[in-house]
């Protein structure tokens, strides 16, 4: 019985071979037959054919691994195998490679290899159109352009600390033993765009690195001479039992990733998130941990339980019957819903709209510069089209007739008009999801944690008071910031009339203070409860 499996297992990987060998030969012919057209084209410009000609081997060796679940290695990877580590020494004898073009240099010296990196600064490659400079980066992959030249030098020191990331994360993947990773290699080195200059915000700072490293290194020395293990980063004032919480608790602030993938280049501040990222993209089609809401399947219990997260409410809103699994959550949900009016801070420069957050003002201007199709255009052929799979949305109130819609949006119309469904107040829509059958139905449960249930059922059972009232308040800077208390402000009602309706009606005085990225999404948050006047309200 055993000779026959291996036999089968023998035939399989001849068939896989046969495949590859076929890709392979047909890649070649079509290299062959389109040679003096490249030929001539790299007379024009040598950079540009050698940038062109390694996508299209990335585009082909991708296209294999879709089609036969085979993932080789992305182009410029090492072949060798990494060997298995101790743990304490993962960051250790890290091997760091070049990826400028025509350069070749890997070392494991770290300051010598940011030095070489620098200079590749005085190697980009500088175009002028219309008297505007643009300078390119030559990095394997990368593609970057700007006119900044600053930016460019910030984006060159990145390159340095990105590829020993990746370094760490090919001696991980023997010592983690971390499965295969079967996103897009040819992303690994994508870096994001560095508008400014590294900032340390810690109280009585204020300097500026152009590179990473040395932004980090500088942090690391406040963390090390910092009293009592305190956070004295501008509005944070947290304080730690160790020193190492304290380091890890920084990196929150800086921004700094502890090791990256070696094959798509994605960088993470834990190993345990690294694993999770390759985890993910290995489900057996059989697992057993599959969700119960949404039928998603995942490769371990703890990936499942990570998800099941999103669909618990955890947080109650107090001006509707809303819930949300987390605080970002709420506040779009308040900054949408709520105050509309009073959060449009991002006006478009083509007309008169503003909009809530930049990425609502991104895709708004899309409005204006994107080019209109003429009737007949599309960028997705018949036989892609037809791949597609339709989703289908079913109604679960009138299962006889088979009502079945090909929009979620049409069969939202038939929920209200036919059969009078309203959805929660708070909610801007309905919500749908894929049942046994592959249909899109309804959802009608809504998950909560108890304390939220009973906060909005006894909590909030009167009807709720609108954010656009009568109240004003005062904000007054009380205290300035220290090495381990953040900036103090008092709260106060402009007036005595304002007071006195407060505390005649006996309510208690809640306020939620939350710092916010540019995106809007809350980085941390603190509730404060007081039955007392807003006039005795200090925070911090």
């Not at 950079?47 to 691994?65: D, T, W, Y």
């Not at 947290?238 to 990256?260: D, M, N, Y």
């Not at 997705?380 to 088979?402: F, I, L, T």
Request: with cysteine; proline share 3%.
């Amino acid at each position: 019985m055993s000779g026959q499996n291996d036999q089968v297992s023998k035939a399989a990987d001849d068939s896989i071979t046969d495949v590859r060998y076929n890709f392979c030969k047909d890649w070649v012919e079509k290299q062959n037959s389109e040679e003096p057209k490249k030929l001539s084209q790299q007379n024009k410009n040598d950079i540009q054919f050698i940038i062109q000609n390694n996508a299209v081997r990335k585009k082909f060796m991708l296209s294999a691994a879709e089609d036969y679940a085979t993932v080789p290695n992305g182009v410029g990877e090492s072949s060798v195998e990494p060997k298995a580590v101790k743990l304490q020494k993962l960051r250790k004898d890290v091997r760091m490679e070049c990826g400028w073009l025509s350069c070749n240099l890997a070392t494991e010296d770290y300051r010598e290899f940011q030095d070489h990196c620098r200079n590749h600064i005085s190697d980009l490659q500088v175009t002028e159109e219309d008297g505007k400079i643009t300078y390119s980066c030559l990095w394997d992959s990368c593609k970057h352009n700007n006119s900044d030249f600053d930016e460019m030098c910030r984006h060159m020191n990145y390159h340095a600390y990105h590829a020993r990331l990746l370094g760490i994360g090919f001696n991980a993947q023997a010592t983690l033993k971390l499965t295969c990773c079967k996103k897009d290699s040819s992303l690994r080195n994508k870096l994001p765009l560095l508008k400014e200059d590294f900032c340390c915000l810690w109280v009585g700072c204020g300097d500026k690195f152009k590179s990473m490293q040395a932004f980090l290194n500088h942090v690391a020395l406040h963390t090390h001479y910092s009293g009592r293990h305190a956070c004295s980063w501008a509005g944070c004032g947290a304080s730690f039992p160790r020193a190492a919480l304290l380091a890890a608790h920084v990196r929150a602030h800086t921004g700094e990733r502890l090791i990256a993938c070696y094959h798509c280049g994605r960088h993470f501040a834990t190993n345990r998130k690294i694993i999770d990222h390759r985890t993910r993209q290995n489900v057996h089609p059989s697992s057993e941990y599959t969700c119960n809401v949404c039928s998603f399947s995942y490769a371990t219990e703890y990936l499942l339980r990570q998800h099941v997260r999103q669909h618990v409410s955890q947080h109650a809103c107090t001006l509707c019957d809303m819930s949300a699994p987390t605080l970002a959550t709420l506040a779009q949900h308040v900054r949408y819903r709520h105050l509309p009016d009073h959060c449009r801070a991002h006006a478009c420069p083509h007309c008169t709209h503003k909009a809530i957050t930049k990425s609502d003002l991104r895709k708004h201007i899309q409005t204006h510069t994107k080019k209109k199709r003429k009737k007949g255009d599309s960028d997705v052929s018949d036989e892609e089209r037809g791949k597609k799979k339709r989703k289908k949305y079913a109604c679960h109130m009138c299962e006889k007739d088979g009502k079945v819609f090909s929009r979620g949006s049409r069969l939202t119309v038939h929920l209200v008009k036919v059969h009078g469904v309203q959805w929660p107040f708070g909610h801007s829509r309905f919500r749908y999801q894929i049942s046994e059958d592959g249909m899109y139905r309804l959802t009608t449960t809504r998950y909560e944690i108890f304390e939220v249930s009973k906060q909005i059922v006894d909590g909030y059972s009167d009807p709720k008071d609108s954010l656009s009232n009568t109240f004003e308040f005062n904000l007054e800077k009380k205290a300035k910031p220290t090495p381990t208390t953040p900036t103090c402000f008092e709260i106060t009602l402009k007036n005595d009339d304002m007071k006195n309706e407060v505390k005649g009606d006996g309510n208690t005085v809640e306020i939620t203070m939350c710092d916010v990225d540019e995106e809007g999404n809350i980085i941390c948050s603190e509730v404060i409860k007081s039955d007392v006047l807003l006039s005795d309200i200090k925070i911090g």
